[in-house]
């Protein structure tokens, strides 16, 4: 079994910063590590991913250049640094862990979930 557990979350005024931590523990895996969110009747949503054997992050396109996906693999760990937070980035954030190495931004192509981290931003 593989068990994700998200930290980091937050209450935080539009423009600031925030920086989410998921750290992955039980049966190793490779694949990818990922961020989804999901908004109040909205769906999940992608946000971020990485590989844990390479350092080639995807981003969904309204977080480009604001959000930075980071791993530490020598603590199983993945990080999620949001910068230039605006209101619409409010959501439940979940990590996420992926066999494969394919790039997947549907949340069913993903195999292991955290019980998700609470961000909001203020206007």
């Known amino acids: 079994q593989v068990q994700l557990v998200e930290s980091g979350g937050g209450l935080v005024q539009a423009g600031g910063s925030l920086r989410l931590s998921c750290a992955a523990s039980g049966r190793p895996f490779s694949g990818a590590m990922g961020w989804f969110r999901q908004a109040p009747g909205k769906e999940r949503e992608f946000v971020a991913s990485i590989r844990w054997s390479s350092s080639n992050p995807y981003y969904t396109e309204s977080v480009k250049g604001r959000f930075t996906i980071s791993r530490d693999n020598t603590k199983n760990t993945v990080y999620l640094q949001m910068n230039s937070l605006k209101p619409e980035d409010t959501a439940v954030y979940y990590c996420?862990?992926?066999?494969?190495?394919?790039?997947?931004?549907?949340?069913?192509?993903?195999?292991?979930w955290g019980q998700g981290t609470q961000v909001t931003v203020s206007s």
């Open positions: 996420a862990g992926k066999l494969g190495l394919g790039t997947v931004t549907s949340a069913g192509g993903w195999n292991y």
